[in-house]
């Protein structure tokens, strides 16, 4: 017999059966009276009854942290605005010929590639293979790229190399139609050549979304209603274009006055595409140098140096500097100041709010003053910073979030 049990064998079998019965027992006894109680007629209570659950909050947006402690520079960025939209056409200087890609005023960005084909287009038409650029701005190197992309060689000469140029100070919204002429002053049947560029523009643009690097993003962006400040209509007639190109990006829709993010400010909502032109520009110039293509820092006084280029075509993609250097007089400078706040990645979204744009950029948060109208900047070429219209810009975006 095994000592290590307390019991006998034989007394210990029956008092496990006598403990298994007891057990069932009571779990019987307890299972008939939480029946008893189901079926029993509910008590109503005598207290008063309780009360609704609140509504959802609106889930709120962590705000910009728009003061000077984050504010990390202030650049400002002419744009080359021609009355009659951008200038592509062919040109010839004795045996050289020159393409001009310029003047694309607010749009630079939105229409480089459509306007990059058109322009390489019509320089492969002069049965040459090399070609020179001028220009390291977003239309210089789209314009470089399509060249290569054709099995060109290809050399650009700048002053300012990509980083330096105004297109790195750009807003980085997808706005193909932001000045880009007068409607008084357009040619007949730009339309239908804006519409080219525009949509060949947003497919190549649509190519780069998804990219590890995030080049172009779409975000989302709402329009807020209030402020103190008044929209007075423009005393030009600047070009309004796209109503029939809303098909390109998912449709802005109203906002749900309970889901509002802001305290009843937004109106409406969308998403908008999104250049992320610091990462942009560098993948740009990547992929033109790994295609083989040259870059030479070089300034030109005067057209003839330009003129003594060793190629036979020269693209002149120099934006405002084509004022100056290939007698374009109606070129107008449009000035605009953009200050950047920090990235601030935990507020990924934008609005349009009394007079001021806020998007938050992978390389910073962009905040501008637009103005009453389009008039705001016109023929301003100063490139100065203003430092009320820094301070008035950050408390508007302040203001957004009372």
């Known amino acids: 017999m095994n000592s290590r049990f307390p019991f006998h064998g034989g007394k210990a079998m029956r008092t496990d059966r006598e403990g298994m019965q007891s057990n069932r027992r009571v779990f019987l006894a307890g299972g008939a009276a939480a029946l008893a109680a189901s079926c029993a007629p509910t008590m109503r209570a005598t207290g008063p009854a309780p009360s609704p659950p609140p509504p959802p909050q609106a889930p709120r947006r962590e705000p910009f942290r728009a003061d000077r402690e984050h504010l990390m520079k202030v650049t400002v960025c002419t744009r080359?605005?021609?009355?009659?939209?951008?200038?592509?056409?062919?040109?010839?200087?004795?045996?050289?010929?020159?393409?001009?890609?310029?003047?694309?005023?607010?749009?630079?960005?939105?229409?480089?590639?459509?306007?990059?084909?058109?322009?390489?287009?019509?320089?492969?038409?002069?049965?040459?293979?090399?070609?020179?650029?001028?220009?390291?701005?977003?239309?210089?190197?789209?314009?470089?790229?399509?060249?290569?992309?054709?099995?060109?060689?290809?050399?650009?000469y700048a002053?300012?190399?990509?980083?330096?140029?105004?297109?790195?100070?750009?807003?980085?919204?997808?706005?193909?139609?932001?000045?880009?002429?007068?409607?008084?002053?357009?040619?007949?049947g730009f339309a239908q050549r804006w519409e080219e560029w525009t949509r060949y523009s947003h497919a190549r643009h649509l190519q780069m979304v998804g990219l590890d690097d995030a080049p172009i993003e779409y975000q989302t962006q709402y329009y807020l209603r209030g402020g103190v400040m008044e929209r007075t209509p423009a005393s030009r007639d600047f070009l309004e274009l796209g109503r029939g190109l809303r098909n390109l990006n998912p449709p802005w829709t109203d906002t749900d006055p309970e889901r509002d993010p802001f305290p009843g400010k937004a109106r409406r909502k969308g998403q908008s595409?999104?250049?992320?032109?610091?990462?942009?520009?560098?993948?740009?110039?990547?992929?033109?140098?790994?295609?083989?293509?040259?870059?030479?820092?070089?300034?030109?006084?005067?057209?003839?140096?330009?003129?003594?280029?060793p190629e036979p075509v020269i693209l002149n993609c120099m934006g405002y500097g084509a004022k100056s250097l290939w007698g374009d007089e109606t070129l107008v400078p449009v000035r605009g100041q953009i200050n950047w706040l920090v990235p601030q990645p935990r507020a990924r979204y934008g609005f349009f709010y009394d007079g001021v744009s806020a998007i938050s950029r992978r390389d910073g948060v962009i905040i501008q003053y637009t103005g009453p109208n389009d008039d705001f900047g016109y023929a301003n070429a100063s490139e100065s910073v203003d430092a009320a219209e820094t301070d008035r810009a950050l408390a508007t975006v302040r203001r957004a979030y009372e």
């Open 80 to 156: 080359p605005f021609r009355p009659a939209g951008p200038r592509l056409e062919i040109e010839r200087f004795g045996e050289k010929t020159v393409v001009h890609n310029y003047g694309h005023g607010g749009s630079g960005w939105s229409l480089s590639w459509g306007c990059a084909a058109q322009a390489a287009a019509l320089a492969r038409s002069q049965g040459h293979s090399e070609f020179a650029v001028l220009g390291a701005g977003v239309i210089g190197l789209t314009t470089a790229l399509r060249l290569l992309e054709s099995g060109a060689r290809v050399t650009i």
């Open 159 to 188: 002053e300012d190399f990509p980083a330096e140029t105004r297109s790195a100070r750009a807003t980085g919204v997808w706005s193909p139609s932001s000045r880009i002429g007068l409607a008084s002053e357009v040619p007949p």
């Open 273 to 309: 595409m999104i250049f992320n032109v610091t990462g942009y520009f560098d993948r740009l110039a990547r992929q033109f140098e790994r295609r083989g293509g040259r870059m030479v820092r070089r300034a030109f006084a005067e057209r003839s140096e330009a003129l003594a280029l």
